[in-house]
């Protein structure tokens, strides 16, 4: 049992594949990692290229010329208000003019330097355009034009017509920086539209990872769980196993052992035995050519199993036990070590040693009871015989009369107790010549009804006598039987005395035969007695076995009829049965096997 155990700790331990689930998990976790640096360097190079390609600045810039066109506009409209006005007023908005060209001319310079408008798209509309105009309508609004004042209306009209052209012109390439603008604008939507749904196929793969690792990483788990509590239920068994476990190198040295092990070996703990134990071979095995042996079987792939021998304990002493043991393999075939257990066998051993000497005295004795009964059936039976003889003579009076009637009683006294006793040593005899395998059966082919008759007229007298209807029913169709007729005469006798003996006057007893389906012959013998109780029909069927009852304290005898009647029954190969209801009667069967008709109609 605990060699079975090893084997599924050990099948059990390599089905869980711990270096393939490392494996595994690392390689798992190294795909998820790449995945996510690979994302995130995705993410970064992404959100660079909408940065860039978003028009920021060129938004701003916009803003930018549009304020500055604005206020030329307004310069451009004191110009015009300017040619319709005389004296003050057109100075004044020549003024104003020149106000709004000098913020013009001031922002220029501001948002040059701050949007750097030379590296921009408006670098056109600002410096080829609007810049040398103002430069232009400055110069003539404070010099005039070819000798004519700056108030001239020719010089307010050119500088109205200049800035107004230089304003259509950044207007128009305006427009053109706003379609560009608004082309990178899509462009970057488009973009964030693919960056989006990118996006959301990989929060849909990060989730679809993190569940298969987590799923994974809770499985393993579980099955580390598993393998705990299975390492510590076995630990259990291992550590609380009365029978020793161990393992051990080739080279003799221990691996590990319980603490049965140490204990039936006369270590204090498994730790020591492991320590001080150096050849398992030449310091445990009491004979080298049987370890030798057992190695040898064991590197074949062979299984060593009650191997029962003598071990050599810590101190010297020897032990029985029983030794299981197989070899243990990797994953490639290579031998590892042997393991196996080793059963405390010194009490079973002393049990059977003494249950052996037990037996043999005990058939010695019975052997020696049976011999000297069977070797005494003369010393016993001569002296009996003659008691017998001279009770007759003395009951016929052939030599004359005895001379006091109460001599012819006594006379009748011994010779029935002289009688009775040989009946006695006759079945004890037989008995002991049974048990000594001294009954020889001789047998020969027989006609039961025949001998069913014979011991009816031999008990007739006896059961008239009792007042006993005494009948057989024998079909005549009977076929032969092959035994001994004699033994079988002693069987129906004894059972039929018996039935007589405990029937009451006015009951019958009836012997029949009959065939079985089997081709067998079975013999009954039915009364209607006094029966016998259930619980005491072992007691009867037992040897000198009596129920104790008013019938059997007058009625004498040993016990031993029916235990006679099963003998020579076994001996003949059938098989008896008794069954009883008190006051009802009883049935005595007997069932001999087929072979004894077969052989009977073979020789016919």
Same mark, same amino acid.
């Given at each position: ?6 084997? +599924? $700790? ?90 709004? *060209? ?7 310079? +501001? ?8 590296? @921009? ?95 994974? *990483? ?9 393998? #705990? !509590?299975?390492? $510590? +239920? ?63 079987? @064991? ?23 029983? @030794? ?33 000497? /037990?037996?043999?005295?005990?058939? $010695? ?53 002289? +009688? ?47 007042? *006993? ?14 035994? =001994? #007729? ?49 619980? =005491?029909?072992? !007691? ?49 069967? *007997? ?9 009977? /109609?073979?020789?016919?």
């Amino acid at each position: 049992m605990i060699r079975n155990w090893l084997m +599924k $700790l050990n099948d059990k331990i390599e089905s869980k594949n711990i270096p393939e689930w490392n494996n595994a998990y690392v390689a798992g976790i190294f795909c998820l990692s790449l995945f996510v640096i690979a994302t995130i360097t995705y993410v970064q190079v992404t959100l660079s290229k909408i940065e860039e390609s978003v028009p920021l600045q060129i938004v701003a810039q916009e803003q930018a010329v549009d304020e500055i066109i604005d206020q030329f506009a307004v310069a451009n409209n004191a110009l015009v208000l300017a040619q319709l006005a005389e004296g003050v007023k057109r100075r004044g908005y020549i003024d104003l003019a020149r106000e709004k *060209i000098q913020q013009v001319h001031e922002a220029l310079e +501001k948002e040059r330097i701050l949007f750097s408008f030379d590296n @921009l798209i408006g670098t056109a509309a600002i410096y080829a355009v609007i810049q040398p105009a103002t430069y232009d309508v400055q110069n003539w609004l404070a010099q005039g034009i070819s000798g004519l004042p700056p108030e001239a209306s020719i010089v307010l009209e050119a500088a109205s017509v200049r800035s107004r052209t230089a304003i259509d012109e950044a207007e128009k390439l305006q427009k053109q920086t706003s379609e560009m603008a608004s082309s990178l604008l899509a462009a970057q939507a488009e973009r964030i539209n693919a960056f989006r749904g990118i996006m959301i196929l990989v929060l849909f793969l990060l989730a679809g990872l993190a569940a298969v690792l987590t799923y994974y *990483i809770y499985n393993r788990w579980l099955a580390s769980r598993e393998l #705990e !509590r299975s390492e $510590l +239920k076995h630990r259990r068994i291992y550590e609380n196993a009365t029978e020793g476990i161990f393992q051990v190198h080739l080279n003799g040295t221990f691996i590990d052992t319980n603490p049965a092990m140490a204990t039936m070996l006369g270590y204090g703990s498994s730790h020591e035995m492991v320590e001080e134990v150096k050849s398992f071979v030449t310091e445990i095995y009491l004979d080298t050519e049987v370890a030798e042996k057992h190695l040898m079987l @064991l590197t074949k792939g062979q299984y060593l199993i009650d191997e029962i021998y003598q071990w050599r304990r810590r101190d010297g002493t020897l032990i029985w036990g029983a @030794l299981n043991a197989h070899a243990v393999y990797d994953k490639k075939g290579t031998l590892m070590h042997v393991e196996g257990t080793l059963t405390d066998m010194n009490a079973r051993v002393r049990a059977e040693l003494n249950l052996r000497k /037990a037996k043999e005295l005990a058939e $010695l004795a019975n052997r020696a009871k049976s011999e000297f009964l069977a070797n005494m059936s003369h010393e016993l039976r001569t002296p009996l015989n003659a008691v017998i003889g001279f009770s007759e003579i003395l009951q016929s009076e052939a030599f004359g009369p005895l001379g006091h009637a109460n001599y012819k009683d006594y006379s009748n006294d011994i010779h029935a107790a002289g +009688k009775h006793l040989l009946d006695v040593i006759n079945d004890v005899l037989d008995v002991a010549k049974i048990e000594a395998g001294q009954l020889t059966l001789t047998e020969s082919n027989m006609e039961l009804s025949a001998t069913v008759a014979s011991c009816i007229r031999m008990l007739s007298v006896r059961a008239f006598n009792a007042g *006993i209807k005494l009948t057989s029913d024998i079909p005549g169709d009977l076929p032969g039987f092959l035994g =001994d #007729e004699t033994r079988i005469k002693q069987i129906l006798v004894n059972i039929a005395s018996n039935a007589i003996k405990f029937t009451d006057k006015g009951g019958s007893v009836t012997v029949t035969a009959q065939m079985r389906d089997d081709g067998g012959i079975s013999l009954r013998v039915t009364d209607t007695g006094i029966g016998i109780a259930k619980k =005491d029909i072992p !007691r009867v069927l037992d040897r000198f076995g009596q129920v104790q009852t008013t019938y059997a304290r007058n009625n004498e005898g040993t016990g031993l009829g029916l235990t006679l009647v099963q003998m020579l029954v076994e001996v003949h190969g059938g098989e008896f049965t008794l069954t009883s209801e008190v006051e009802v009667g009883t049935v005595c069967s *007997i069932h001999f096997p087929s072979d004894r008709t077969v052989k009977m /109609a073979a020789a016919v």
